[in-house]
């Protein structure tokens, strides 16, 4: 540990020790004239000894000691403290797409909502996923699940309750009602940020993810949405839902737009573009998310401190107190 100074101009004060032991060595220490040194006690010489540089030694070291406590010294570690969880905001697609059942999981198919619930709840819990991926789970982390189609709404708001969280993920199904068959990424996003506006942690995050291209007209475009989270300093991973084989041009083009949206957004917010077509690919993004949040974590720089100036306080007091006893006693001069 390394010692630190709260007041380092005290320690100028050092300088003038040297001078006043000097002065105290030089003045007269008072004494009896006798024309026989025979007639003094026997240790009379080696107590006065003891008494001159003792009292020098007690004098200099009750100074040094008083000094450092006004200089307020204290030490350093550098040490890494256990840290804060962060805040994440899921925000899942839930419109009618998500319902498609072309999400490979274990050699089946299912749909793309029911995959992701599977690797939320292995996000969220941990365990082991596909291909032997391990996730620790993010216990520590307060968690939001935002869904959005045509309109976003809070499924559940920031909670360390994950188990309560995940029965709601459980319970989400694709949006099918006349008003819902469109996606609206921008307004999820501001949606999501505002729901980490309330977060009480320092570094918070999104997590997107769709499988579609913004196609509501005369809503917040997903670009102004991330410019929003850049100037919050909010990095968005962004999940590519789209389908590996799309059926025809048209729903080729799309995925091509879904995919460069979804690029911009990662890259205007420092974030990170994941592709998950499978089980495998949605495995991996969501095991490098958590990665990637768990070293950004251990990279802030902490320091304890170890106040030490009450001590040193302590030490100059007791130096003083046993010149004062010494010389008081078996140091005492006469006169």
């Known amino acids: 540990m390394i010692p630190h100074f709260t007041n380092p101009w005290a320690l100028l ?18 004494a009896w004239r006798f024309s026989d040194r025979r007639l003094l006690p026997v240790h009379a010489g080696q107590r006065a000894r003891w008494a001159l540089w003792g009292g020098l030694l007690l004098r ?18 550098h040490s890494r403290l256990p840290t804060e969880g962060i805040s994440i905001a899921m925000i899942v697609d839930v419109s009618v797409s998500m319902g498609t059942d072309d ?50 709404e809070t499924a559940c708001p920031l909670t360390l309750e994950h188990a309560a969280l995940l029965q709601i993920m459980e319970s989400q199904e694709p949006r099918v009602g006349a008003n819902e068959g469109t996606t609206n990424p921008g307004d999820a996003i501001a949606w999501g940020l505002h729901v980490l506006s309330q977060a009480p942690t320092k570094r918070k995050v999104l997590v997107f993810l769709t ?35 799309p059926k025809d041009k048209d729903e080729a083009a799309e995925a091509e737009r879904a995919r460069d949206m979804m690029q911009t957004l990662a890259r205007m917010t420092e974030g990170t573009y994941f592709r998950a077509q499978d089980e495998r690919g949605l495995s ?15 990279s802030f720089q902490y320091r304890r401190y170890y106040e030490g100036f009450h001590w040193f306080a302590l030490a100059g007091l007791a130096c003083w107190l046993g010149l004062v006893a010494l010389e008081a006693t078996i140091w005492r001069k006469v006169p």
């Open 103 to 152: 999400f490979v999981w274990e050699d089946t198919k299912t749909t793309r909502l029911l995959g992701v619930k599977k690797l939320f709840r292995l996000f969220v819990a941990g365990g082991r996923g596909p291909d032997g991926v391990e996730l620790k789970g993010r216990p520590h982390d307060l968690i939001a699940l935002v869904t959005f189609a045509t309109h976003p």
């Open 211 to 245: 499988d579609g291209e913004s196609n509501v007209p005369d809503k917040l475009k997903p670009r102004q949405a991330a410019q929003l989270a850049a100037n919050l300093s909010v990095p968005i991973y962004a999940i590519d839902a789209s389908p590996a084989q």
């Open 60 to 77: 200099v070291g009750a100074l040094s000691l008083t000094i450092l406590a006004l200089a307020g010294t204290r030490w350093i570690d």
């Open 13 to 30: 004060l050092l300088a003038i020790m040297p001078a006043l032991a000097w002065r105290y060595l030089r003045c007269s220490h008072g």
């Open 284 to 298: 991996q993004a969501y095991e490098r998310i958590d990665r990637l949040e768990r070293e950004r974590i251990l």
